[in-house]
């Protein structure tokens, strides 16, 4: 990461094998620039090569948003061709988080709008305090709702995808919970704190039997067509032959 990176990404490695990335322009309430974007792929490519890094942590910087979303203020400041490269640099970021083969924790507080609702929604759980505010204002942004729509349908279904992106609605912490695009409700303050034990918990699993879960999970979710539960029942097979295979004793690797 070099030295303007860590000006909008800081990175915090803790035990446990739990990384926190933190989105850090809170002036701009974190605000995805194409700084920042890059800044993301590029740190989450290097963590999951990265053997120690077992569980990330994405969280955003300040007290009053997780993320507003892309930068309009800079957006509107670009040539076409530079929007080009935005786009194409927040494209990868979503198939990064999308297919990230390490188990992601996402933590709101506050705001989170647009394409940082987006990538919080790509993570394994979001988590989210009282008085988080989770929107898609895209198109009264003049921005097409596509890649949130696709999200908001896959997890919460048709009519939430329309009440938030043509309805203009906003979900309190406590209906994102409600809706299921959240996993649990946070008391006010302990967001940060309560993730970092989430992660700690998952990355504590076995890692044959973590790995093998987490990449299950994210099938049933992304995969398009539902596996059968005969395709469930030999992917347990194969873990678990792994598993017997080892020698009494061995710590996994």
Do not use: K
């Not at 850090?24 to 890059?38: C, D, K, V, W």
């Not at 530079?82 to 933590?107: G, H, I, N």
């Not at 699993?205 to 979710?221: F, G, I, K």
Request: proline residues 6%; aromatic residues 2%.
């Amino acid at each position: 990461m070099t030295a303007d990176e860590a000006t909008v990404l800081h990175r915090q490695d803790l035990d446990g094998g739990v990384v926190v990335l933190e989105m850090a322009r809170p002036h701009r309430l974190n605000a995805i620039s194409r700084q920042l974007a890059t800044a993301l792929v590029d740190a989450l490519d290097g963590l999951a090569t990265e053997q120690a890094a077992r569980v990330v942590v994405l969280a955003g910087a300040g007290d009053r948003a997780f993320g507003a979303g892309i930068d309009i203020r800079e957006l509107a400041a670009q040539t076409p061709p530079e929007r080009d490269v935005q786009q194409r640099t927040m494209v990868r970021l979503q198939r990064t988080l999308s297919d990230y083969p390490r188990p992601t924790v996402a933590v709101v507080h506050g705001i989170a709008a647009g394409a940082s609702l987006q990538l919080a929604l790509h993570c394994d759980l979001l988590l989210v305090g009282p008085e988080a505010r989770l929107g898609m204002p895209e198109l009264g942004a003049g921005l097409p709702g596509l890649l949130g729509g696709w999200l908001l349908h896959t997890r919460g279904g048709p009519q939430l995808a329309a009440d938030l992106l043509l309805g203009g609605r906003w979900l309190s912490g406590p209906e994102a919970v409600a809706a299921g695009l959240a996993a649990r409700l946070v008391p006010l303050g302990e967001e940060r704190a309560t993730a970092v034990d989430v992660a700690r918990q998952i990355a504590g699993y076995q890692p044959d039997a973590l790995a093998a879960t987490h990449a299950w999970l994210r099938r049933l979710r992304i995969g398009g067509a539902a596996p059968s539960f005969a395709e469930a029942i030999d992917a347990a097979g194969e873990v678990l032959h792994a598993a017997n295979r080892r020698h009494p004793g061995e710590r996994p690797r």
